[in-house]
């Protein structure tokens, strides 16, 4: 297992990095910790440009220095070796193209830049949109002796991915895991409430219709439920199944607030059809609007 942990020496990459090790596997999980100075500017005559230019990257150089020996020394307090990677550029871009060599690739969810932003900052939505394997975005953890996990699934190859990397990378020793399906009823596409279908919006004959969907969806969130719990109670995990109904993104953060949870993982399809385009994917809106770290799965 290899694992790429971002910093840009801010107290929210801090965060990031102990909550990471917390959420982890440290067994077999070979770390490297990033680094990356922004790119120097030109903008002066070119005999001072030269001069600041050099001033200029060794200052980044000393600056990057202190930066990744602080994270080792958090790392180091937490029970975690590290290496260390230094680079200049763009921090989305050079984060996501190392992402390809890592299992795992973990950031804060904002950047000493995006302090006054709530969510979710520029390079942490890049990145989640753009990187390969799994994607943590970590937030302070709740604290407590036991991790509180929620596992989002739909029966998709994407959750099944998720639910893989869950049982792979991350520590469930003494995990609480609750394993939550979302049925995305019809009025939910068509943005009408229930009651329209309910109180007349409809014929006899389509409201039947609409009941044997819902009945046959109900059915598929059992089957998907009852596989995904078989799956982690093999791994010899405690598991408490959640069925709701309604929009995914929307009941997925209602759960999220409510439990407590250390961690969300779920996955992302890379769907780029107008729905998606429309609503937004919902891994992108649970990442963004969590309360607690999220990983994200890539097919």
Known sequence: MKTLMATDGSRQATTALRAATRLLRKSDNEIHVLC???????????????????DYIKRMARETEMILERARETLRAEGVTAKTLAATGSPSKVIVGLADNYNVTVLGATSQYDTTRPGIGSVASRVVEHASGIVLVCREPRGGSSQRILLCV???????????????????????????????????????????????????????????????????????????????????????PVIAEGNPATEVLGQAEQGEYDLIVLGASGADDMKHKMLGSVSAKVTGQAPCSVAVVKQ
């Open 154 to 240: 739909d029966g998709s190859r994407a959750s099944q991915q998720a639910l893989s990397a869950l049982t792979t990378y991350f520590n469930t020793e003494s995990a609480e895991v609750t394993l939550m399906h979302v049925v995305e009823t019809p009025w939910v596409n068509l943005s009408l409430d229930r009651d329209w279908f309910e109180e007349g919006g409809e014929t006899r004959e389509q409201k039947s219709s609409e009941i044997q969907l819902e009945e046959a969806l109900q059915s598929n969130a059992n089957e998907i439920i009852n596989d995904a719990t078989d799956q982690l109670t093999r791994h010899g995990l405690d598991v408490t």
């Open 36 to 54: 990356v100075a922004p790119e120097f500017s030109e903008s002066a005559p070119l005999k001072k440009s030269e001069r600041v230019r050099d």
